[in-house]
């Protein structure tokens, strides 16, 4: 079993930033495709940015574009996703998700490793 624990999520104004951590334990991340999804009340879960294991990027929601950005820290088996210029529709609960079998992919339902989340609320 696969344990990913998300952090530094919180309230920020519009136009912050924020720097989100995926990490985990008991599994190598740098080996694996990590995805950021995230769900706003009321909406569907959508994938927002992926990281391959060759650290290329995928950005799957146009809005996040040249704000959003991920990386890895290899010695830290941690990926972040940095936001800046966040605006209100960022806000959103925040996961990030892994599977050993597949590579980026927008589609939710192909990953099995889930965290628990990271609240983002943007207002002022």
């Known amino acids: 079993q696969v344990h990913l624990v998300e952090s530094g999520g919180g309230w920020v104004q519009p136009g912050g930033s924020l720097r989100l951590s995926c990490t985990a334990s008991?599994?190598?991340?740098?080996?694996?495709?990590i995805n950021w999804f995230r769900q706003a009340p009321g909406r569907e879960r959508e994938a927002v940015l992926c990281i391959s294991p060759t650290n290329t990027s995928t950005y799957y929601t146009d809005s996040v574009k040249g704000r959003f950005t991920i990386s890895r820290d290899k010695a830290k088996n941690t990926v972040y996703l940095q936001l800046n210029d966040l605006k209100a529709e960022d806000t959103a609960l925040y996961y990030c998700?892994?599977?050993?079998?597949?590579?980026?992919?927008?589609?939710?339902?192909?990953?099995?490793?889930w965290g628990q989340g990271t609240q983002v609320t943007v207002s002022s």
């Open positions: 998700a892994t599977d050993m079998w597949i590579g980026c992919t927008k589609a939710a339902n192909m990953y099995d490793y």
């Open positions: 008991d599994f190598k991340l740098d080996l694996y495709a």
